[in-house]
C-alpha cells in the first residue's frame, strides 16, 4: 500500500466537526477501497461493505430506519460503542442499492457521531433518474491516478521528491529529476502499475497489465449502456479516444467512423462520469471567470498517460529518449502536464481549459490556463526558445497582466521577454517535474514583477 495525499484530505475531513457523509469518486482501479482501508487504520474500529453482496445489501434493502441499520451493523461486527469511540463505516458498490444512498441522510442528520465513506463505479450512469444523493447532505472528493510526487514516494525516490519540495530548487537536481518524469510518463499514474513496476521493473509486466485494466473497461460497458448500439459505439469511443488523447475532436463522424454526433456527445458524456475521460472545451477568455465554449471542438483527456503510451506503441521511444516533448507531436508531453494539472484540482467537476483565438488567417491556441488570484496564466508546453511562443505571446498580448509560463525539459528560471507586439512580459520557464508546484512558483514569478 502506497501513501496517497489524499489521506491527508481525509484526515481534514475526519477532524471537521461539520463533516457530512463523504462520496469518493474516481474511475475503476484507482484504489479507491484501498485508500479507505488505510485511512481506516486512524479508527478504532472498521466496519467495510460491499453491496455487491447481497447480505450487505440486505441491510439496506430490509430497514429503512438508520438506528436499526447501524444497530445490524455492531451486531455483525461485534462492536459495543464507547462514547470516544470512532467508529468508520465505509459502504463500497453503493450505486446497487437505492436505500444506501438515502441512508446516508440520515447518517448526517441522526447519528453524525460516526464516520461514513461511501463509493461506487459509474454511479452517475448505473443510478436511476429517480434516485440522486441526498442534496446538502453529502460531500465528494475525487480519487485520480498517482501524481508524479505520489510516484516518487511509492519508488522510495525520497531525495528527489526533498529536492522538488524544497523552497529553492537546486538546479544540479534537475537530470534525475527529468530521468524520473520520463519514467512516470512512461507507466502513469494508475495503483496497479505501479506496484507492478516497483516489484519488478519489468515494462513486459507493466504492458500486461495496461491491457488488463482496458479489458476491465470495456468489460465495463454493458453496465451502463442502454441499448446494445450504445454497446458498440462507447466500446469504439473507448478505444479510440485512447489514440486522440490530447487531440482536439469533433463528434460527428468521430475518428472516421458513421456515428452521428448526438450519439457520441451522449456516450462520451457518459463516459466522462466514469471519469475515464473528459471533454475540455477551448475558451477566449483572457479574464475570469472562465467561460467555456461548448460549440467548439474540445480535447480528450484521457484518464491515464500510461494507458496512452501503451495503445499509442510509445512506450519504446519514450524509454530511449531523454524529451518527452519530442514524442507524438508532443501530445504525450501535453497530457502528462493536464494530468498533473487535474491532479491538484480538488473538485470533483474540475476540468482543464485551453485557450483559443480563432481568426482568419491569425489562429493561436495556448495549451492551459490556470488561475492565480483574479489572473488567468497561460501554460504552453513547449521545448522551443522564447521566440517560438507565438500563442503565448498572443495571449499576453490580449490579456489584462503581463505574465506567462512555459513548462519544458529545460532548466527552473524565470526571464523577462517582449511579445511580438513589443509588450514586456515575465515568463516562468518550469520544468515538468515541477508541474505539481506550479502554483507556488507562478505566484513567485507574480512577486517578482508582474504588473
Not at 486512524?42 to 430490509?62: H, R, T, V, W
Not at 464516520?115 to 454511479?123: D, E, K, P, Q, R
Not at 511579445?419 to 515568463?427: P, R, S
Request: overall charge neutral.
Amino acid at each position: 500500500m502506497f501513501n496517497r495525499k489524499i489521506l491527508f484530505d481525509l484526515g481534514i475531513w475526519r477532524e471537521n466537526p461539520e463533516r457530512k457523509p463523504l462520496i469518493l469518486r474516481g474511475a475503476r482501479q484507482v484504489g479507491k477501497t484501498t485508500v479507505v482501508k488505510m485511512f481506516s487504520e486512524q479508527f478504532d474500529y472498521f466496519i467495510n461493505l460491499n453491496l455487491d453482496k447481497e447480505a450487505d445489501k440486505q441491510i439496506f434493502d430490509e430497514n429503512r430506519d438508520v438506528n436499526k441499520i447501524i444497530q445490524i451493523l455492531f451486531f455483525n461486527s461485534g462492536i459495543s460503542q464507547k462514547k470516544n469511540d470512532k467508529i468508520l463505516i465505509f459502504i463500497d458498490e453503493i450505486q446497487n442499492s437505492a436505500n444506501a444512498i438515502k441512508s446516508l441522510r440520515y447518517f448526517y442528520e441522526e447519528r453524525n457521531e460516526l464516520f461514513v465513506i461511501a463509493a461506487g463505479s459509474l454511479l452517475e450512469t448505473l443510478l436511476d433518474n429517480q434516485i440522486s444523493f441526498p442534496v446538502g447532505r453529502v460531500e465528494y472528493k475525487i480519487l485520480r491516478p498517482f501524481s508524479f510526487c505520489e510516484f516518487l514516494e511509492a519508488t522510495e525516490n525520497i531525495n528527489a521528491l526533498a529536492a522538488i519540495n524544497s523552497e529553492d530548487f537546486p538546479d544540479y537536481a534537475h537530470d534525475k529529476l527529468l530521468e524520473l518524469f520520463n519514467e512516470y510518463s512512461l507507466i502513469g499514474g494508475m495503483p496497479e502499475v505501479i506496484e507492478t513496476y516497483v516489484k519488478y521493473k519489468d515494462l513486459v509486466r507493466v504492458s500486461t497489465v495496461l491491457d488488463n485494466l482496458i479489458v476491465t473497461y470495456l468489460d465495463d460497458i454493458e453496465k451502463y449502456s442502454s441499448s446494445e448500439n450504445q454497446t458498440k459505439i462507447i466500446r469504439f469511443l473507448i478505444t479510440n479516444s485512447i489514440k486522440l488523447a490530447g487531440e482536439r475532436i469533433k463528434f460527428e463522424g468521430f475518428a472516421h467512423s458513421n456515428y452521428k454526433s448526438k450519439d457520441v456527445g451522449e456516450c462520451l458524456r457518459i463516459l466522462e462520469k466514469t471519469f475515464l475521460l473528459s471533454l475540455n472545451y477551448p475558451t477566449s477568455s483572457v479574464q475570469v471567470p472562465i467561460m467555456e465554449n461548448i460549440r467548439k471542438s474540445p480535447k480528450i483527456q484521457f484518464l491515464d498517460t500510461g494507458i496512452v503510451n501503451k495503445f499509442a506503441g510509445l512506450q519504446a521511444s519514450i524509454l530511449s529518449s531523454n524529451l518527452i516533448d519530442d514524442l507524438f507531436e508532443g501530445k504525450i508531453a501535453e497530457h502528462i502536464v493536464g494530468q498533473e494539472l487535474l491532479f491538484l484540482q480538488k473538485s470533483v467537476l474540475a476540468k482543464n481549459t485551453f485557450w483559443v483565438r480563432e481568426k482568419k488567417q491569425s489562429n493561436a491556441e495556448v495549451d492551459y490556463l490556470i488561475q492565480i488570484n483574479d489572473m488567468l496564466i497561460p501554460v504552453e508546453v513547449k521545448a522551443g526558445k522564447t521566440g517560438r511562443l507565438r500563442s503565448l505571446m498572443a495571449y499576453v498580448d490580449a490579456a489584462p497582466h503581463n505574465c506567462a509560463i512555459r513548462v519544458y525539459s529545460g532548466n527552473y528560471n524565470i526571464e523577462y521577454a517582449k511579445t511580438l507586439n513589443n509588450k514586456d512580459f515575465i515568463l516562468l520557464n518550469l520544468p515538468f517535474y515541477l508541474i505539481n508546484r506550479i502554483y507556488h512558483y507562478a505566484q513567485k514569478m507574480l512577486n517578482e514583477g508582474s504588473i
